[in-house]
């Protein structure tokens, strides 16, 4: 008789089942790990904004802003200043779009709202940032201007 070693095709075709299944099992949830990992940082980078927004408001009121001109503006109806995120200085860039509205509450202290604040993955429109939930992070789709007639 002869000493046999290796698998069978039968053994191979078992072993590459049960890890089909195994990846079967595995892969929503380490995507869904990933995905909550990027919206994580998505809304951690909108709360770096918004602190700087209060720092920035901060050294305003004791008029040694060095926030660019253009980047905030006053809205008389609303009563409430707005900074378009892109003109605001950071050293890391990646929201894409949107503004932060600052409604002064008085003695120091400010309600930031979000208003389309998007990177290019997720956007998020929240009435008071830091109460920013996770429903409130959703996909990104970027929107068209209408041509005109």
Do not use: C, W
């Not at 079967?24 to 770096?48: S, Y």
């Not at 305003?60 to 409430?80: C, H, I, P, Q, V």
């Not at 605001?88 to 509450?105: A, E, H, R």
């Amino acid at each position: 008789m002869k000493n046999k070693k290796g698998f069978t095709l039968i053994e191979l075709l078992t072993v590459i089942a049960i890890l089909a299944i195994i990846l079967l099992i595995a892969a929503p949830t380490i995507l869904g790990v990933l995905e909550k990992a990027k919206k994580n940082t998505f809304k951690n980078q909108v709360l770096l904004y918004v602190e700087s927004m209060k720092t920035q408001m901060a050294l305003r009121a004791m008029n040694d802003s060095d926030l660019a001109a253009d980047a905030l503006t006053y809205d008389e109806t609303e009563k409430k200043y707005s900074i378009d995120v892109t003109k605001v200085p950071m050293d890391s860039q990646t929201l894409k779009g949107g503004t932060i509205k600052i409604t002064d509450n008085g003695n120091g202290v400010y309600t930031f709202e979000l208003v389309a604040v998007h990177d290019d993955n997720y956007t998020v429109t929240a009435t008071d940032a830091k109460d920013i939930k996770d429903a409130q992070i959703t996909k990104y789709t970027a929107t068209t201007p209408e041509s005109g007639s």
